[in-house]
């Protein structure tokens, strides 16, 4: 059974700093690419970040500079480091796996507010 747990989530005072945390298991980890996305209220689920089996990375227009995604093989663990955080980036934020299938964390909420 595949399961994506995420943590990290939670209130941070815009310009602060999180790290969320996506723990894997039932897939064989470093086959997958693994990604961050972000779902704010009313809106589409979308693409944060992304980091591919050989390391490669892709973030959207808006976090980057500011957000840097990471993998450990070893802990089949996937990171996201969220930093200079605006109000704009409250959201849920979700872990993806995807090689010929793609599966799904349950979110972890991020409320960026003074």
């Known amino acids: 059974q595949v399961q994506l747990v995420e943590s990290g989530g939670g209130l941070v005072q815009p310009g602060g700093s999180l790290r969320l945390s996506c723990a894997a298991s039932g897939i064989i980890f470093s086959r997958f690419t693994m990604g961050w996305y972000c779902q704010a209220p009313g809106k589409q689920r979308e693409l944060v970040a992304h980091?591919?089996?050989?390391?490669?990375?892709n973030y959207a227009d808006s976090v980057k500079g500011r957000f840097t995604i990471s993998r450990d093989n070893a802990k089949n663990t996937v990171y996201l480091q969220m930093d200079s955080l605006k109000p704009e980036d409250t959201a849920v934020y979700y872990c993806n796996a995807r090689n010929l299938l793609s599966y799904w964390g349950q979110g972890t909420p991020v409320t960026v507010s003074s």
């Open positions: 980091i591919t089996s050989g390391g490669s990375t």
